[in-house]
């Protein structure tokens, strides 16, 4: 069984920057390909970033150059750098556990909010 826990959202004004976490307990993530998804209202969740079991990353275009996935695995931890935020970039962040970054992705977190304004 694995739990997410996310953190580090708020709100921030265009071009600004936040770093969100994602804590993992009852198993090692390194075991899991890890991603970071995001839903905005009256919209699909899309994936953003994802990092493979052999620490390759991926990203949406929307996002390429300005978002950073990194983990730190002596703390079982996830991030997501976000810099040059955009008021499109405004939704609730998820992360998500699954053994291949192709998913389905079958474990989740809360999620945490972030809010650009113009």
């Known amino acids: 069984q694995v739990q997410l826990v996310e953190s580090g959202g708020g709100s921030v004004q265009a071009g600004g920057s936040l770093k969100l976490s994602c804590a993992v307990f009852?198993?090692?993530?390194?075991?899991?390909?890890m991603g970071w998804f995001r839903q905005a209202p009256g919209q699909d969740r899309e994936r953003v970033a994802a990092?493979?079991?052999?620490?390759?990353?991926s990203y949406a275009d929307s996002v390429k150059g300005r978002f950073t996935i990194s983990k730190d695995n002596a703390k079982n931890t996830l991030y997501l750098q976000m810099n040059s935020l955009k008021p499109e970039d405004t939704a609730m962040y998820y992360c998500?556990?699954?053994?291949?970054?192709?998913?389905?992705?079958?474990?989740w977190g809360q999620g945490t909010q972030v809010t650009v304004s113009s």
């Open positions: 009852g198993s090692t993530y390194m075991a899991y390909c």
């Open positions: 998500g556990a699954e053994r291949y970054c192709s998913g389905p992705y079958k474990y």
């Open positions: 990092i493979a079991r052999d620490g390759s990353t």
